[in-house]
């Protein structure tokens, strides 16, 4: 085609971002560089959002963050090698989370890579990420960038969400092809994440599973939060009267202040009751592999997910419904019409909420010399009842895990936090990606470890000026900041104590205040989100607050001869 090309004429470039508008991509989170910082340029003039981040790996947390919440894939630009490696780690972690994320890194020359002969920043980048998403493509003529980009979009969105990796070698950028004929090779793809209906005996099976139970149980992941059908699982939970109990990600997807919310209740739900609605949640380590004390007496499972290999992963499960959240939610609704709801369960239940939050409430409100992670977070709650629309992003050990049992979610969709892999930087990166997409105001709440892997971004934060409040749970340390010191040695575990995170954000063009007490947080909080401006909050924590590995301590390994 290359010879007879004639009349107007476009090229990789044009192509690719003419593929990505008719897809409905209007961000691009990246960072630029040889070979596609023409891409970011072309991008903005097309009058294109394209956030410009300081590491890859910041840019990618956004993209997948972005679709998370959008529920279309969010895109991540970077350039060959380095910039690839960076990136990979939040394509990886997309994955993991079932998050829809496109990769897309410019390569080098395919015959210098594949002979090895050291071009530019050269790696073999389709294969290193293989592994590591759902689907990777490498796109090799320009006619073919229309196709690629609808495969990407349909890998990433369809059954389970994830990651998909494109690798664009960068001589396809300036390839040139007929304009009219590039046009013709795009297209959207219709219905990418198709519905799938589980099936009639699968549905019977579960109905008749739950009609049995006496204390049934409704859990909630953070795939429900994704299937976007809120009202649907809301009403679920009010038409069967089952009490429910969300992941962290899926508080909020029915609001924990709704009377049936058992998450307060979390211990007593999980060992007591003997038929566990799954809704878009594995049975992973976060919930000890549906097996031990946890789950105490014997447990019959439903589980809802798209993916059927999923099911039977760790423990038998009873009544599998392979399906999409919204088709198998409205079934079981349909064949539970009139069920007897477990009155008694759930007040049972609704009085040990009751108790653990009454429990907690005071210590809230407790002073101390030093703020402590309960009377900062208390104060912090208390400012954000009044904002229930704002998204909150959390990561941290104790700061993760206080939050999360401490700030109450109202909305769906609205906590973005460490994920499957409890894993630590994702907080600047989703803050940007939680505001540019919702336009609305964004905090983030990261202890001062958390905070570190990711930092610089906050100076994305300011140059597009995004409503987002940072607030560093600031205890000298991860897990604490009160270790001694070895001899000759600063602890491993502590950070220098004299780190100015509020002049950090200043120097950096935003606001920044250092508070020392609840008042003053809360004064400081209240006023960054009236103010929109970004913010951060150098938020002074006991530093004997904190304990090792916060909640998940029994993951730890120590030394069982002792320290030598
Ligand atoms: O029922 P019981 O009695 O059991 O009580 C439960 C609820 O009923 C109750 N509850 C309530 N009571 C009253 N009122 C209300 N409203 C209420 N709500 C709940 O509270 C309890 C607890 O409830 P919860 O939280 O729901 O349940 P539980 O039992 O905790 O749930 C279990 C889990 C496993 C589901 C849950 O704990 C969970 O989701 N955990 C996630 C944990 C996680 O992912 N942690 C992050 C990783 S830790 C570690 O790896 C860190 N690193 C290493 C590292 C990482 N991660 N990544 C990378 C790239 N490199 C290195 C590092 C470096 S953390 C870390 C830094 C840490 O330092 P920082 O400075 O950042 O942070 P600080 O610790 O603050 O210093
Ligand atoms: P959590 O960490 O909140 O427990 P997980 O990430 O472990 O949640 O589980 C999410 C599950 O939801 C995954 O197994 C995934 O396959 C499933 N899932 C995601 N989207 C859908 C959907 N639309 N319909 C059904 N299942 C889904
Ligand atoms: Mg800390």
Redesign the pocket.
Known sequence: EIQNQTGELTDGFHLLMDALEMNGITNIYGLLGIPVTEVGRMWQARGNKFYSFRNEQNAGYAASVAGYLTKKPGVCLTVSAPGFLNGLTALANATTNCFPMILISGSSEREIVDLQQGDYEEMDQLNMARPHCKAAYRINRPEDIGVAVVRAVRAALSGRPGGVYLDIPARLFSQTMSAEEGKKSLWVPVDPAPAQIPAPEAVKRAVDLIKGAKKPLILLGKGAAYAQCDDDIKALVEETGIPFTP??MAKGLVS?THPQCG??????VLQESDVVILIGARLNW??SHGKGKTWGSPKQFVQIDIKADEIDSNVPIAAPLVGDVQSCVNALRAGLKGMAKPTEWMNAVAERAAG??S??ASKLSTPTPIMNYHNSLGTIRDVLKNYPDIILVN???????NA???I?QYQPRKRVD?GTW????VGMGSAVAAAAESGKPVVAI??????G?SGMEFETITRYNLPVTVII?N?G????GDEANPEHQFSCMKFNPETRYDMFGKSLGGEGVRVETPEDLAKALEASIKSGKPTMIDAIIDPAA?VE????GNLNIVSTIGKK
């Open positions: 992941m962290s924990d998450a307060a209740a979390r211990s007593m976060l919930l653990s939050r429990k907690l990561e941290g050990a104790n700061a993760l895990d999360r049992m401490v109450d460490t409890g894993v630590m930087g990261c202890g001062d470890s958390a905070f892997f749970m205890n340390g991860i897990y604490r904190g590995s916060g909640r998940i």
